[in-house]
């Protein structure tokens, strides 16, 4: 690890301002991912400000009934929030499939959403990569890619996002509040992660020092009917081959609203609009989940090692679906 | 208290910080890079060696300590950030000399062989049974927002899998995090361990 200088912030003005528009400071919370980056010589910041005492520690309900939680957040005290367990079913369990109890209980939810691919190639500095070093090609593509992404790819990028957590935060329409130098402001979840395009290095849309404060998740009538699957290569602690957050609004038997988000499949968390609305007004069947899942692994693009994953995906999809809508005809 | 000051060998680039740790109820003043992880700080600054270092990348678990009685992986975070939290490690798990009841069960059951992975595996299930008395549901929870489940191998089996053991004792580990639950007066060992 390069050496660099370190510095505890107090406030959140503190910590933006420690960060201005030095390119090669970061801040760091729970550092699960950075700190591991770091050893890997992948990130090599001179500065790094620590955040973990400002006071973004807090799940509040608002008087709207949105659900706000702060950065700092834990992974392990959102999982067992009564709040979030009750509310937003598929989030405590996306939470709880992933990682260990030891990094659950460092990694913070801002963090959770900054976390960076486990693409073996970005992660091996021997080898090129355009995420970790733009323009010198990409590894994954002709290379192993059993884990890669088979939806929003590029022919400069496959990393696949690693988060179980972003997966449940894009079905359920969450809000991520920032703070910057000119102050604050709000970003959709869908909006805030980016496709790898020409550009895979630029995963999201936050702007130089800005810092994330919370996460909102509006209240909803789905959302309690929820849950989440994954599906990966051993039961516990391992990142998702495919993972589905889904969720259901049932009555008399007719679906009137639904969510359905991806994990394991794409360059970002990928949320299944299409396939939603192709449930709405239709009977909980499992034929109809079929159909749903044959819609969102439409576009699927395989490559030479990952070919199973759109039958598997679609699988994950109508065993969540009828996990939580029954297993009808 | 006996702290070795850059062990290694390794000269200091430059920028270091004066940092106190609370170690098992005793402190630590060290000055060292903000790069030290706490594993790091712990075995090789302070001579903590009871922490063993084994995947480095929070893939294994041996390096598992007990922050404020919670575990976390010490080499997956920087020793900075730890001024003001108390830090329980293996050396810090017996009281008075005596073993800790999981201490002793794992000795009971076989809990281990060549003993590497021991310490995070001592620490990590310390803490997770804490967990589980406060009820705290896990991945296969039937329901997460209950607080009621069974403390089944099942559910011991989750709650362990941040800390893995190349020598295959999970046998062993299971049934002495069982023993060490329930409190059960351990008495004669299990014949089929010692045939």
Known sequence: MYPFTYIKAKTNKDAIAAIGSNTNAKFIGGGTNIVDLMKMNIEKPHQLVDITSLDLKKIETLSNGNVKIGALVRNSDLAYHKTIAEKFPMLSKALLAGASAQLRNMATAGGNILQRTRCYYFYDTATPCNKREPGSGCSAIKGYNRMHAILGTSDKCIATHPSDMCVALSALDAIVHVEGINGERTINFLDFHLLPGDTPEKENVLQQGELITAIEIPSSSFAKNSTYLKVRDRASYEFALTSAAVALDIHNGTISNARIALGGVGTKPWRAKEAEQSLINKKATTENFSAAANVALKDAVTYKYNAFKPQLAKQTIISALQMIGGNNG | ?195
């Open chain 2, 1 to 195: 208290m006996n702290i070795k000051q850059n062990p290694s060998g390794l000269q200091a680039n430059g920028f270091t910080l004066p940092l106190s740790l609370s170690i098992n109820g005793k402190q630590y003043d060290l000055n060292i890079e903000p790069r030290v992880s706490l594993l790091d700080a712990l075995r090789e600054y302070i001579g903590l060696t009871g922490t063993k270092k084994g995947c480095n990348q929070g893939a294994c678990g041996a390096c598992t300590v007990l922050v404020d009685g919670e575990r976390i992986n010490s080499c997956m975070t920087l020793a900075v950030q730890y001024q003001g939290k108390e830090i329980t490690t293996v050396e810090g798990l017996a009281e008075d000399g005596n073993l800790s009841a999981l201490q002793q069960a794992f000795i009971e059951h076989d809990g281990f062989q060549c003993g590497y992975c021991t310490p995070g595996q001592l620490c990590s299930a310390t803490a997770m049974i804490e967990e589980f008395k406060n009820g705290m549901p896990s991945a296969v929870s039937p329901d997460v927002a209950s607080e009621e489940f069974e403390f089944s191998e099942k559910e011991i089996k989750e709650r362990m899998s941040g800390n893995l053991c190349r020598c295959g004792a999970y046998v062993g580990i299971v049934e002495a995090i069982q023993e060490a639950f329930s409190n059960k007066e351990t008495t004669v060992a299990h014949e089929t361990f010692y045939l």
